[in-house]
């Protein structure tokens, strides 16, 4: 039977980010996807100043109840950018709402630092919805953010040992850290779940907008198509880096977010 799954985004109407890469990632692995856009954006935030955004949550919660009217349900549903306290009452609600695998994507900043018009008020917010998730994947950046751990350039394995116990004190979920500066020239994706598992891979010497975005939403795509939680890391985490590799050599301008035809071809 077909899987489905609603996405909790922003809209970005330029450049590829959130929606714009959730959608058709979700579709091409045979997901039936619904959306609820809680903010729309002219551009998306990472590499443009000034820009327009407009806050979309008393429309999704009508939208939101007009579902609940309909009956309709979701065997998955994934949380990235939410830009305030209403938008994570909404986003609180909906997780209440539906007996679905939940994959909260923590998103704070990224490079050791909070993303643009972020503050310690959207870290309190994330901390308050991670323990509705069934499963978490915060980048390196976000999972300090969240645990008050020191932002460094790399981590030891004792470093990671740290921060999953506090975060899952936080939190019952499972938990993917991703991006994980641990080796020289490679990164890794980290996995607990009763016990911490490692995925390294070789760096690729860039980053781009929307990275997140894929990886959760091919991490959510696997696991509602039955693989297990390490395959679907391990897979996900591939995927995102030839695709981030091909859109570094494609010389395609870093703000306007990742080149996801590697990724769309891969499934």
């Not at 929307?210 to 939680?229: I, Q, V, Y």
């Amino acid at each position: 039977m077909k899987r489905s799954a609603l996405v909790l985004q922003d809209l970005s109407c330029f450049t590829k980010a959130s929606i714009n890469i959730s959608l058709p990632i979700l579709e091409s692995n045979n997901i039936d996807t619904a959306i609820l856009p809680l903010s729309l954006l002219a551009t998306q935030s990472d590499g443009f100043d000034d820009f327009f955004i407009k806050d979309l949550g008393n429309e999704c919660e009508k939208v939101l109840n007009r579902f609940l009217e309909l009956g309709f349900s979701f065997d998955g549903i994934l949380s990235s950018y939410i830009a305030n306290y209403e938008q994570y009452c909404l986003v609180k609600k909906v997780f209440e709402s539906f007996d679905s695998l939940i994959v909260v994507d923590p998103v704070l900043g990224d490079d050791l630092k909070l993303y643009q018009g972020f503050d310690k008020e959207n870290i309190k917010i994330i901390k308050s919805l991670i323990p509705y998730g069934d499963l978490i994947t915060p980048n390196i950046t976000e999972a300090c953010l969240l645990t008050d751990y020191e932002l460094k350039e790399s981590y030891t394995k004792e470093d990671i040992e740290k921060i999953v116990t506090i975060l899952s004190s936080l939190t019952k979920a499972k938990i993917v850290i991703t991006s994980v500066n641990i080796e020289k020239d490679k990164l890794a994706n980290v996995i607990y779940d009763e016990e911490i598992k490692y995925i390294s891979f070789d760096k690729v010497d860039a980053s781009y907008p929307g990275s997140g975005d894929l990886f959760s939403s091919l991490l959510l795509s696997f696991l509602l198509n039955n693989e297990s939680l390490y395959s679907s890391v391990r897979r996900a985490g591939s995927i995102t880096r030839e695709c981030i590799k091909y859109t570094y050599e494609s010389k395609r301008e870093r703000r306007l977010g990742l080149d996801i035809i590697k990724a769309l071809r891969s499934n």
